[in-house]
Nanobody, 119 residues
Framework: QVQLVESGGGLVQAGGSLRLSCAAS????????MGWFRQAPGKDREFVGS????????YSADSIRGRFTISTNSARNTMYLQMNSLKPEDTAVYYC????????????WGQGTQVTVSS
């Protein structure tokens, strides 16, 4: 089992920055692959990127590459999403997720944190 708690969302102006945190706990948390997703109003949930606890990260799309950075602090069992140069189209609820490395399905989810970027 893995429990995930996100924090750090809020309202920011376009061009600003936010850092989201995802604190992981539970017996399987240290072995899980971690990921960020987002869901904008009226849209499907979208994969943002993922990372292993050793720090190997992948990102989903050119629209965020170079602006978003995923990192981890394994000592704190915490994953981060640093978001720079934010755009109004980044407005969404951001979720962290976890899965065992041998599965493709993300089966643990946090409650989500709202990010709103004003123009």
């Amino acid at each position: 089992q893995v429990q995930l708690v996100e924090s750090g969302g809020g309202l920011v102006q376009a061009g600003g920055s936010l850092r989201l945190s995802c604190a992981a706990s539970g017996r399987s948390s240290s072995n899980a692959n971690m990921g960020w997703f987002r869901q904008a109003p009226g849209k499907d949930r979208e994969f943002v990127g993922s990372i292993t606890w050793s720090g190997s990260a992948t990102y989903s799309a050119d629209s965020i590459r170079g602006r978003f950075t995923i990192s981890t602090n394994s000592a704190r069992n915490t994953m981060y999403l640093q978001m720079n140069s934010l755009k109004p189209e980044d407005t969404a609820v951001y979720y962290c997720a976890a899965r065992p490395p041998y599965l493709s399905k993300w089966n643990y989810w946090g409650q989500g944190t709202q990010v709103t970027v004003s123009s």
